[in-house]
C-alpha cells in the first residue's frame, strides 16, 4: 500500500514541470560556473580545477542552502495538498491508515525534493565539457566525489529540511507556516553561523551545523590544491557523526508530527460569525443627513493623506511585513554584533561602517518589502473583490497611483529609520556615543530612500503594465537581476543607462562626502525624472473597472494621453535635459573607460610593446617637484624638473614613456621628436636629437595641470579631495621603459586575447648581476634626489618627503618646502588635509603623526611603536638617514598603510578607529606601525632586485622587525597567540594559489607567503639561533647593501648571511624553512601524569611525528627525522581566558614515528603540547595538544 | 431625471455578445433588469456604473453622457457589485468613512453624522468596529447597500441585491430600496422574478444581451391573459409535452409536474386557464426569444 501511495505521489510531481525548472535552474548555475570565469560560486579557487571534487563539495553545500525553498515548495505541497483542496475528508474516510498516509507522503515528498539537486552534478559535467573553461583548469569527471557529495550532503540535509517542514505542513497545514519556517530556518541558519564563527571549539560547531557544511569545511580547511583536485571527502568521526546526528534529529522530528498528527480536520472549527442584532428593527425609515461633495484640489489631497495612511498602516500592522522585519532585524543585529571587527582586532562602531553593515544585511530584506509591497499594493482593491466599489468611487485615476508610490516610499523611509534605530542602539550598546545623525541621514536614509524609491517606481510600472500579480513579481525580479549582472557583459558601464545607477560614494571621516555628491546626485535627479516617466507610463495604462484586454487598455491610455500630455511634456523635458547635462559631464568634460576597454589596452599594450622590454633606458636620478593643491576646487598643477642619468654603457637613442591614466602630463625633452603617442595604451617613444651617451644626463620638464570638472561617471581621482588629498610621484610622472607588471595575468584573459599562455609571475631567483639592475619597486630608478614646494590651501598642511626646510603664507596659500636628507627610491606621497599634528623627539629625530582632528585616540600607541622600532631597528639593524618619521591619515578610499622613505601613510579606516582598550587582543596599531618603520630599513635602505625572493627581503624582515618590537612590548605569552593565527591564514591560503605555491626563498610576491609564513618561519630561526646571532646576519646585510647602486641584492644574499651563523647541526631547519615547503604531521597521543609525593610530577608524553616536503601543488613526499621539536606544559586558564601559561619547556630530537619522553615537574601541568609556540606548520595544529591524564 | 440607452452594443474578445443594440428608457423610479444568468445584465450595469466601456451607442442621464463624462457620472452613483469584498482588517465604520471620503465629503463632522446615520439605517451601528471580514453574508450585504447610499446619489445600480439574504432581509430591503426609489433612478438587476414584481415600476427583460421586453410589468401580465394554460401531468409523459406544446415551464408540485403552456386555445383536454404570472411573462419571452433563434439558425 505504502509504495503504491508512493509512486502515486511520485508519479504526480513527475508530470509537474516545477521539478524540471529547480534542477535545469540549479544545473544552469553550476555548469555555469564551472563554465564562465565571471560568474562563481562560493569563493576564488585559485588554480584548483574548476571541476574539482572540492569544488562540487562546496557547489553541493551552497546549493543545499539555496535548495531549503525548493524543498519547501515540494513537501509543503505534497503534504498539504488534501487539506488545500478540501480532500481531506474524502481521503481520510477511506481505509488508509495514519502511517500509509504519512510515510508515503514524506518519503514521496523527499524523493522528489532531491531531484533538483541532481541538477548540481548535471550542471558540473555539462559545464566542464563545453569549450569555454581553460583545459588546465579542467580535471577529470569522477563518478566517486559525485555520489559522495550526492549522498553525504545532498540526501540527508534535504532528508532534514523535508522533515522540518514536513512537520509543520501537516500539523499547522497552511502554506504561509511552511515557507516562514523555512525562513526561520535560513535566517536562523545564518545567525548561528555568525554567532559560532569564533567559536573556539570547531568540532563542536562543526557538528552541529544541520547541513554538515561546517563539517565539510573543517576537514578541509588546509586542504591544498592537488588534494582539492584529488581528494574525496574523509569519512572520519566527524562528518560522519554530524550526518548521523541529523539524520536521528529529523526522524525524531517526524516521529513528533507522526504522533501529533490526527486525520480530523482541524479547519472544520466554526468561524465565530458576528451576532446578528435581529431584536431592532432593521432599516430605520429616518431621511440620511444632507451633505456637502466638494472635488477638487483640496479634496483629492485628503483622499490621497488617508489613502496613503490607511495603506501604510495595513502593511505595517500585517503579519508578513511583521515577520520579515523581524528576521531582518535578527540578521541586522548579529552582523552588527561583528561590526567592531577589525582584520584581528576590534574597531570603533563608527557610523560610516554601521551603516555599510545595515546594507550588507539588511536590504535584502528591504528589496523583499518592496517587491512584495508593490505587487500587493498595484492588487490591494482588485485581491479581496473591492475593486467595483472603489473604481466607480469619484476619486481620479493618479492620485490612487500617487498614493500608492507614496505609501512604497514612506515605508522605505520608516525602514530606513527603524534601521537607524538599530546602528545607534548598537553603538550605544558598544559604549560608543558619536551617533552622527548628519551621517545616518545624509550617507543612508536619504540616499537608500531616493534609491529604493526608484526601484518602487519601476515596480509599479511593471506592476500596472503586465497587470498579473506573479508575473509581475517574476518580471520585476528578472529585470532587477538583468540590470545588476546584465550590463557588464555588453561592457556597458554609464549611469544613464545602468538603471538606478548614480556612480560611486564612499563616505569618509575626513573627507565627508568626498568628490562624490555632485554626480551622485545629478544621476538620482535623472533616474528620478525617468521614474516619473514609468510613473506617467503607469498612469496611462491603469486599470481602473473591467476592461482588461490589451486592445481597451491602449484606448484608454491614448484617451488619457491626450488630456493629460501636459504633464508628460515636462517630466520628459526634465529627464532629456538631465541625461543630455549627465552625458556631457561624464562624456564630454570627463571620461571614462569601460574594464573591457582595460582590458584591450593591456593586451594590446603587451602585444605592440613587449619588444622593448629591454630596450635600455636611462634612470631617474634628481628631482625638483613644484606642486600646488587646491583641495576645494580639486585642482592640482605640478611640475617636475626631472633628470635621468644613462647608467649604462651604451647610448641611448629613444626614451620609451608609460603615462599615468587619470592625470594628463605635458613631457618636454629637450631636442626630441615624439615618434610614437599611443594615447590609448598611453605609451610614447620621444627619439632624442643626439644619443644620450653613458653617463650623460638628460633634463626633463614634466608638468601637468588638472581641475576636476562636472562631475564624472564614477569620480576616478579620489587622491584629490577637500580634505585628505593624497597622491603618489608616479600619479604625475611618466615610468620609463615597457613595463611587463601591466600586462594581463589572468589565463583565461590571456588566451581571450591570444596571448602566450605560460606567463612567468616573476623572473627566477639568481645570481647573475645583469638579471639584478632594477629593484622590483621600479624600472630604471634608483636611488633619487627630491626636492618639493608644495602649497595648499591656507587651512591645511601639505607634506612631501623629506625634512622641511621652510614654509610660510603668501597670496592666501600655505606654501611648504622639503627636501629629502637621503638618496632614497623613487617612491613617495604627496599629502594635504586640515591635519592635527603630533609632534615628538627620539633623540634627533622628528617623530609626527599628522591625524584627523577626530581620530587622536591611538595617536600615543603610534609615536611609541615608533620610538620602539626606532630603537630596536638601530641597535640591531643600523643607523637611519632620515631626520624625520612620519605617519599621516589619509581618507579610507584606500585601505592600507604603506612605507614611504620617512613618511607613512596611513589609512583612517584601520589604525585610527581600532579600539584598544580590551588588553587582551594584538595591538595590530603597535604591529603595523612596527612592520612599516621595519621597511624604512627593508626596502628603503635594502631593496631586492626584481625577481623572486625580492619581498622576502622586504616584507618579510619587515614583519620579522615588527614581531621583535612586538615582543619586547607585549611579552612572549601574545606571539604564541600571534604565530598560531598566522599559522592558520598561510595554511588556510595555500589551497586558493592561483599558480604555484613556491619555498619562502622563491616566494613571488604572495602575501600569504611573505607576511603570514614568514613570521612563523623567522620567529622559528629566532627560537634556534638566538635573537643576536640571527640580527648579527641581518646588522651584516645591512651594513654591505644598504643604498646599494645596481647590481642589487637577492634572496640568496640573505640566505648566505643566514647560512654564516646557522650551525650545521641546524642546516636542515634552515633548508626546511626556505628551500622547502615543510609541514608537519604531529599528534600527540597522549600525556600521562603522576603526583609524587613531594608535590612534583611525572609527566610522560607519547606522540608521532612525520615530515614532508610540497611540492609547487601540495604534492607531499616524507621526509625523514631528526629534528628538534619543542615538548611543553601548560597550566589551567585562569577563568575567562583561553590560554593557560606556560609553565615548562623542553627542545627535544624527534624522530619520526612514535616519540616518547617523561619529564618531572614542580607544578602541576593542566595540558601537553607538542611545539607549543607554534614555530612549526602542523596539517591539524589542534591534535598537538592535549590534557595531561592523571592516575 | 431619466436615462436613455440607445443602440449599446458590446461584444467580448472570446466573441460573446453580451449586449446586442440595447434601448431603454429609464425614468426615476424602481427599475427591474431581469434576465437568467448571462443575459448581459451585469455588463449593462457595468457599464452605466462606468467600469466598463461600450462598443457601440450612447446612454445618456439628463445630459450627461455616462459613456464619455465617467467621473461626472461616479459623483451622482451609487453602486453595489454582484459580488464584492473590502480590506482586510479594517472595520465597518472606518470602511464607510473612507468610501465616504473618497464620494467627495471632505467635511468630517458631516462625514461622522452620516456614516453613523447610515449605519443605523442597515442596522449595522452596533457591529460598527467589527472588521467586515467577520460579518455573515447578510451583514455584508447590508453593509454594501450602506456604501452604495452614500453622498445622495442620483443613480443607483444594484447587482443581484438579495443573493444571500434571508427572505426577511430581503424584505426589509425592499423597503429601503423603495423608499430611496422614489426620486432617483434605482436600477435593480436580478434573476429572481418576484423582485421585480414587488418592487418595480418598470422592468425590462433580457435574453443574449438583447431587450425582450420593456415596460411597466403590468402591460406585460395584460399581454399574457388568457393564453397561459396548466395542467398536472405523470412524469413519463413531460418528454412529450416538451416537444409538442409551447412549454414555458414546469414546476414539481408535491412529487408531479406541473406544466405551464402558452396557447391562444386550450391546448389539450385537463388544461386549465391559469392566471399569469411575472413569471409566465418572463419565460414566455425567453421561450419565444429561443424559438425565433432556432428558427434564425
Redesign the interface.
Known amino acids: 500500500m505504502i509504495t503504491r501511495l508512493f509512486l502515486f505521489e511520485v508519479r504526480n510531481w513527475l508530470k509537474q514541470p516545477m521539478v524540471y525548472i529547480f534542477m535545469a535552474l540549479f544545473a544552469f548555475f553550476c555548469g555555469a560556473a564551472v563554465a564562465v570565469d565571471n560568474f562563481r560560486i562560493g569563493g576564488a579557487i585559485g588554480s584548483v580545477h574548476r571541476n574539482s571534487p572540492s569544488v562540487l563539495y562546496t557547489f553541493y553545500s551552497i546549493m543545499c542552502i539555496l535548495s531549503l525553498l525548493v524543498v519547501t515548495a515540494i513537501v509543503n505541497a505534497t503534504a498539504i495538498r488534501d487539506f488545500a483542496n478540501n480532500t481531506s475528508q474524502i481521503v481520510f474516510s477511506t481505509a488508509i491508515t495514519k502511517r500509509q498516509y504519512l510515510l508515503s507522503k514524506f518519503l514521496a515528498s523527499t524523493f522528489v525534493a532531491t531531484i533538483p539537486l541532481m541538477g548540481v552534478s548535471l550542471g558540473f559535467v555539462i559545464g566542464s565539457a563545453t569549450p569555454w573553461p581553460d583545459p588546465e583548469q579542467i580535471g577529470p569527471n569522477q563518478l566517486l566525489p559525485h555520489l559522495q557529495a550526492f549522498l553525504l550532503l545532498a540526501l540527508p540535509n534535504v532528508v532534514f529540511i523535508s522533515a522540518v517542514i514536513f512537520a509543520v505542513a501537516v500539523l499547522m497545514r497552511t502554506t504561509m507556516a511552511s515557507f516562514v519556517s523555512a525562513i526561520v530556518l535560513l535566517v536562523g541558519y545564518i545567525v548561528a553561523q555568525n554567532l559560532s564563527s569564533d567559536l573556539d571549539n570547531r568540532t563542536v560547531v562543526a557538528l552541529l551545523d544541520p547541513f554538515g557544511i561546517r563539517a565539510v569545511s573543517l576537514a578541509t580547511k588546509y586542504w591544498t590544491v592537488q588534494e582539492k583536485n584529488t581528494l574525496l571527502l574523509p569519512m572520519n568521526g566527524l562528518l560522519v557523526g554530524n550526518r548521523v546526528l541529523w539524520l536521528s534529529v529529523s526522524t525524531v522530528v517526524f516521529l513528533y508530527a507522526y504522533l501529533r498528527f490526527s486525520f480530523s480536520d482541524r479547519r472544520q472549527k466554526v468561524?465565530?460569525?458576528?451576532a446578528?442584532?435581529a431584536s431592532?428593527?432593521?432599516?430605520?425609515?429616518?431621511p440620511?443627513?444632507?451633505?456637502?461633495?466638494?472635488?477638487g484640489t483640496?479634496?483629492y489631497l485628503?483622499?490621497f493623506a488617508?489613502q496613503v495612511r490607511?495603506d501604510l498602516v495595513?502593511i505595517i500592522?500585517?503579519t508578513v511585513f511583521i515577520i520579515v522585519m523581524l528576521l531582518g532585524l535578527a540578521e541586522l543585529f548579529t552582523s552588527l554584533a561583528y561590526v567592531t571587527e577589525l582584520y584581528d582586532n576590534t574597531g570603533y562602531p563608527v557610523t560610516y561602517n554601521v551603516i555599510e553593515t545595515i546594507e550588507g544585511s539588511f536590504y535584502i530584506y528591504l528589496i523583499i518589502i518592496i517587491t512584495f509591497y508593490t505587487g500587493a499594493l498595484i492588487w490591494?482593491e482588485r485581491d479581496?473583490?473591492?475593486d467595483?466599489?472603489?473604481?466607480?468611487?469619484?476619486?481620479?485615476s493618479w492620485r490612487d497611483l500617487l498614493a500608492k508610490a507614496c505609501t512604497i516610499m514612506l515605508l522605505i523611509f520608516l525602514i530606513h529609520v527603524l534601521a537607524v534605530g538599530a546602528g545607534m542602539l548598537t553603538q550605544a550598546l558598544h559604549g560608543y556615543t558619536r551617533f552622527e545623525p548628519d551621517v545616518y541621514l545624509g550617507y543612508f536614509v536619504i540616499p537608500g530612500t531616493l534609491k529604493f524609491s526608484f526601484l518602487a517606481m519601476l515596480a509599479l510600472f511593471i506592476h500596472t503594465l503586465v497587470n498579473n500579480k506573479y508575473i509581475g513579481y517574476f518580471a520585476f525580479i528578472v529585470l532587477v537581476v538583468l540590470n545588476t549582472f546584465g550590463w557588464s557583459g555588453l561592457d556597458v558601464e554609464s549611469n544613464l543607462l545602468i538603471m538606478n545607477s548614480t556612480g560611486n560614494m564612499q563616505y569618509s571621516d575626513m573627507a565627508r562626502f568626498g568628490p562624490f555628491l555632485k554626480g551622485w546626485s545629478w544621476f538620482m535627479a535623472y533616474w528620478w525624472a525617468f521614474g516619473g516617466i514609468l510613473l506617467f507610463v503607469a498612469f496611462l495604462f491603469w486599470v481602473?473597472?473591467?476592461?482588461t484586454?490589451a486592445?481597451?487598455r491602449l484606448?484608454?491610455a491614448m484617451q488619457r494621453l491626450r488630456t493629460s500630455w501636459k504633464v508628460a511634456l515636462p517630466l520628459v523635458g526634465i529627464w532629456v535635459v538631465l541625461g543630455g547635462w549627465g552625458y556631457y559631464n561624464s562624456k564630454v568634460l570627463n571620461t571614462y573607460t569601460t574594464s573591457d576597454q582595460v582590458e584591450d589596452a593591456q593586451a594590446d599594450y603587451e602585444k605592440l610593446y613587449k619588444r622593448f622590454e629591454h630596450t635600455v633606458q636611462p634612470h631617474y636620478t634628481d628631482l625638483v617637484f613644484t606642486i600646488d593643491i587646491d583641495p576645494y576646487k580639486r585642482s592640482l598643477k605640478t611640475r617636475a624638473e626631472v633628470t635621468l642619468l644613462n647608467k649604462s654603457a651604451q647610448a641611448i637613442d629613444s626614451l620609451h614613456l608609460n603615462l599615468p591614466q587619470t592625470i594628463a602630463l605635458q613631457i618636454d625633452v629637450p631636442n626630441s621628436a615624439l615618434v610614437l603617442n599611443d594615447t590609448v595604451r598611453n605609451y610614447r617613444i620621444y627619439r632624442l636629437g643626439s644619443p644620450l651617451q653613458p653617463g650623460a644626463s638628460l633634463h626633463l620638464v614634466v608638468s601637468s595641470n588638472y581641475a576636476a570638472r562636472g562631475f564624472e561617471n564614477s569620480v576616478r581621482l579620489v587622491q584629490l579631495v577637500e580634505n585628505g588629498t593624497f597622491f603618489n610621484n608616479m600619479d604625475i610622472l611618466p615610468s620609463i621603459g615597457y613595463d611587463p607588471g601591466s600586462e594581463l595575468t589572468d589565463r583565461s584573459d590571456r588566451r581571450k586575447h591570444q596571448l602566450p599562455q605560460y606567463k612567468e609571475r616573476m623572473p627566477k631567483l639568481s645570481d647573475d648581476p645583469a638579471r639584478r639592475m632594477d629593484t622590483y619597486l621600479m624600472k630604471n630608478s634608483d636611488w633619487v634626489n627630491v626636492r618639493t614646494t608644495i602649497s595648499t590651501s591656507v587651512d591645511q598642511v601639505a607634506v612631501a618627503p623629506g625634512s622641511l626646510r621652510k614654509e610660510w603664507t603668501a597670496d592666501g596659500r600655505h606654501y611648504f618646502e622639503y627636501e629629502l636628507d637621503h638618496p632614497s627610491m623613487n617612491f613617495y606621497s604627496f599629502l594635504s588635509a586640515r591635519y592635527e599634528v603630533a609632534r615628538e623627539k627620539w633623540n634627533d629625530i622628528d617623530v609626527e603623526v599628522y591625524y584627523h582632528k577626530d581620530h587622536a585616540v591611538n595617536v600615543p600607541r603610534m609615536i611609541n611603536s615608533m620610538k620602539k622600532a626606532l630603537t630596536y631597528y638601530t641597535t640591531h639593524f643600523g643607523p637611519y638617514y632620515h631626520k624625520q618619521v612620519r605617519i599621516l591619515e589619509f581618507p579610507r578610499y584606500f585601505t592600507f598603510a604603506q612605507a614611504f622613505p620617512g613618511t607613512m601613510p596611513y589609512s583612517e579606516s584601520i589604525g585610527f578607529i581600532t579600539d584598544l582598550t580590551a588588553d587582551d587582543d594584538i595591538d595590530m596599531v603597535f604591529y603595523v606601525v612596527a612592520h612599516e618603520m621595519g621597511h624604512q630599513w627593508w626596502a628603503h635602505q635594502l631593496v631586492g632586485a626584481n625577481m623572486q625572493g625580492a619581498t622576502l627581503l622586504s616584507e618579510s624582515m619587515a614583519q620579522y622587525s615588527a614581531l621583535m618590537v612586538m615582543e619586547k612590548e607585549y611579552g612572549r605569552d601574545h606571539m604564541r597567540k600571534f604565530l598560531k593565527l598566522e599559522s592558520d591564514k598561510y595554511q588556510r591560503s595555500r589551497g586558493t594559489e592561483s599558480l604555484k605555491e613556491v619555498p619562502l626563498l622563491e616566494v613571488e610576491n604572495q602575501g600569504y607567503i611573505h607576511y603570514n609564513k614568514a613570521s612563523v618561519v623567522m620567529y622559528c630561526m629566532r627560537e634556534f639561533l638566538g635573537e643576536d646571532t640571527l640580527d648579527q646576519a641581518f646588522k651584516r646585510l645591512i651594513d654591505r647593501y644598504a643604498y646599494q647602486q645596481p647590481p642589487y641584492p637577492t634572496a640568496l644574499d640573505m640566505y648566505r648571511e643566514i647560512d654564516r651563523v646557522t650551525p650545521d647541526s641546524l642546516t636542515y631547519l634552515l633548508e626546511d624553512n626556505f628551500k622547502y615547503i615543510t609541514l608537519y604531521n604531529n599528534r600527540l597521543m597522549n600525556a600521562k601524569g603522576r603526583m609524587l609525593p613531594d608535590s612534583s610530577y611525572d609527566v610522560t608524553v607519547t606522540f608521532t611525528a612525520e615530515k614532508n616536503h610540497a611540492d609547487t601543488l601540495g604534492r607531499e613526499t616524507p621526509v625523514a627525522m631528526n629534528d628538534w621539536i619543542d615538548v611543553g606544559f601548560f597550566s589551567e586558564p585562569p577563568p575567562g581566558k583561553d590560554d593557560g601559561e606556560l609553565l615548562y619547556k623542553k627542545r627535544e630530537r624527534v624522530v619520526t614515528g612514535e616519540n616518547t619522553f617523561t619529564y618531572h615537574l614542580p607544578k602541576q601541568p593542566y595540558q601537553a603540547a607538542v611545539d607549543p609556540d607554534h614555530l612549526f606548520f602542523d596539517r591539524v595544529p589542534e591534535d598537538n595538544v592535549k590534557k595531561v591524564e592523571f592516575d | 431625471m431619466e436615462l436613455t440607452i440607445k443602440g449599446l452594443s458590446k461584444t467580448y474578445?472570446n466573441g460573446v455578445k453580451a449586449l446586442d443594440n440595447v434601448d431603454l428608457h429609464i425614468p426615476t423610479g424602481m427599475f427591474g433588469l431581469l434576465g437568467p444568468n448571462g443575459a448581459g445584465k451585469s455588463t449593462l450595469m457595468?457599464i452605466l456604473?462606468?467600469?466598463?466601456?461600450a462598443d457601440a451607442g450612447t446612454a445618456m442621464l439628463g445630459d450627461l453622457d455616462v459613456l464619455k463624462e465617467k467621473?461626472e457620472v461616479?459623483?451622482i452613483?451609487g453602486?453595489?457589485?454582484q459580488?464584492?469584498?473590502?480590506?482586510?482588517?479594517?472595520s465597518a465604520y472606518?470602511m464607510l468613512d473612507?468610501?465616504?471620503?473618497?464620494?467627495?465629503?471632505?467635511?468630517g463632522g458631516?462625514?461622522k453624522?452620516?456614516v453613523n446615520?447610515?449605519l443605523?439605517?442597515?442596522?449595522l451601528y452596533?457591529?460598527r468596529k467589527?472588521r467586515i471580514g467577520?460579518?455573515?453574508g447578510?451583514?455584508k450585504q447590508?453593509f454594501?447597500i450602506a456604501?452604495s447610499?452614500i453622498?445622495?446619489p442620483r443613480l443607483i445600480i444594484v447587482d443581484e441585491p438579495t443573493a444571500g439574504l434571508d427572505p426577511g432581509?430581503r424584505n426589509?430591503?425592499y423597503?429601503?430600496l423603495t423608499?430611496i426609489g422614489e426620486h432617483v433612478i434605482v436600477i435593480l438587476s436580478t434573476h429572481i422574478v418576484q423582485d421585480v414584481k414587488e418592487l418595480c415600476s418598470r422592468m425590462a427583460i433580457i435574453n443574449k444581451g438583447r431587450v425582450l421586453y420593456a415596460g411597466p410589468p403590468d402591460d406585460a401580465l395584460r399581454s399574457m391573459d388568457g393564453r397561459v394554460w396548466e395542467k398536472a401531468i405523470p412524469k413519463a409523459e413531460l418528454e412529450r409535452y416538451t416537444t409538442s406544446f409551447q412549454l414555458i415551464s414546469s414546476k414539481l408540485v408535491a412529487g408531479r409536474p406541473i406544466i405551464h403552456v402558452m396557447s391562444d386555445q386550450k391546448p389539450e383536454e385537463g388544461f386549465v386557464q391559469a392566471e399569469a404570472s411575472l413569471e409566465d411573462v418572463f419565460f414566455g419571452k425567453l421561450y419565444a426569444d429561443q424559438q425565433t433563434n432556432t428558427v434564425v439558425a
Open positions: 468561524r465565530a460569525e458576528v446578528e442584532g431592532i428593527p432593521i432599516f430605520q425609515q429616518r440620511l443627513p444632507k451633505v456637502n461633495k466638494v472635488f483640496r479634496t485628503a483622499q488617508r490607511l495595513g500592522k500585517g490591494k479581496p473583490k473591492m467595483e466599489i472603489h473604481d466607480a468611487l469619484p476619486t481620479p481602473r473597472g473591467k476592461e484586454s486592445r481597451w484606448r484608454n | 474578445g457595468r456604473a462606468t467600469l466598463q466601456e467621473n461616479r459623483k452613483l453602486y453595489l457589485p459580488e464584492f469584498g473590502v480590506y482586510p482588517r479594517v472606518q473612507h468610501i465616504a471620503l473618497l464620494k467627495g465629503i471632505v467635511n458631516e462625514r453624522e452620516l446615520a447610515l443605523q439605517k442597515v442596522n452596533e457591529q467589527r467577520g460579518f455573515s447578510g451583514m447590508r454594501g456604501q447610499l453622498g445622495d432581509e426589509r430591503f423597503n429601503l423608499e
